[in-house]
């Protein structure tokens, strides 16, 4: 057989298996020990040492049968690993479970793996929780030299350790990037930043707060980042305003594209009959309308005039708009039970976050309570 026939009739992923894999990040392990596993037989010391340690084989068989076919395995020692800081044994079959790659590991990729979180943890029992519940992340060690660089990079620029090793569990692939494309996103930022008015005594804490708040931001393309910038400019938005809805976005107006942009535009000029300057004020009042695509608007909308909430009403509150529609019927109801109609009362009390939501119901339920007069007080 030809050499090209020869890698040409090996078995090939087909394409929905392959980007399920991809998505959930199995993809790289996969593929570093992909063999034609139908041709063995699995490692019987693999098994017996799970087994041992009470792990549900017929589920790793069910999920990630592969990793028992692999003739090198460190179960033993991964084990051995997680019980000196701290697992228990109970958890330390549910991390095997849930990440049975994690036995493919070397113990010198475990343990300096170890360290680098141990760098951002305040101590060996943050890092055990952060295992327990986001093995998946921990066991991630291809990349661990851009992990390395980039924990760096992030001390560098400000961001505090706990924050990072949020990052870690939340976004963990802005870490396994080469440093060199997350300083070239950062560096955007700042130019960008600055040219549209910001100063540098406030650069630093502009950008730690946009970053904090979405690290998914380094995962753009600088040209997508001056491509939406370019757009709101042409929508004459003023550099000031641009930058007021960077930051009331956190940064999310990068993961859309213009287009979006313009329909979800279109959709809300529409519904509320405005011109483009009305339009603009409420998109600075509410960038929900801004980012949200025209399915999901007008899922909230009649959402809320379903309620018996007008349209006009929507429009002098529109950051209800932020809201999903199911936390909205879920605070109306509540606010109901206190004998607060909502059709005839004011939008913002169903504004906030959870935690807003809460001062507010509980402020009108102290004013529904209050006597009218107090029952103790002289007549005269």
Known sequence: MHRWESQHCKPLLTLSSLWNKVKDGSFLQHSSYTTDIKSKVENKRTVENLYRLSVDIKKIRRLKGWVLFQDAAYVKETANTLQEMGVDKTAIANILERCPEAILRTPAEINSQRELWQS???NEKQLVKLIERFPESFFTVEHHENQKSNVQLFQELGLKNNIIS??????????????????HIIETLQRMYLNLGGSNA?????????????????????????????????????????LQLLSRLKGFIFNFSPNTMQKS????????????????????????????????????????????????QIKETPVVLELTTQIVQYRIKKLAALGYDIKNGNLENLNGTKRDFEATYCRIQAKRERPMFNPVAPLD
């Open 265 to 312: 535009m279109f959709f809300a000029k529409d519904v509320f009959k405005c011109s483009d300057q009305e339009l603009k004020e409420l998109m600075l009042k509410c960038p929900a309308l801004l980012y949200n695509s025209v399915p999901i608007l007008e899922e909230r909308i009649k959402g809320l005039l379903k309620e018996g909430i007008s349209v006009d």
């Open 120 to 122: 951002v943890c305040q």
């Open 202 to 242: 406030n650069m630093k804490i502009w950008l730690l707060k946009l970053l904090s708040q979405n690290p998914f931001i380094l995962l753009n393309t600088s040209t997508a980042v001056q491509e939406n910038l370019e757009f709101l400019q042409k929508k004459d938005f003023t550099d000031s305003e641009v």
């Open 166 to 183: 949020r990052f870690f569990t939340s976004a963990p692939d802005i870490f396994y990037r080469p440093v060199e494309k997350n300083k």
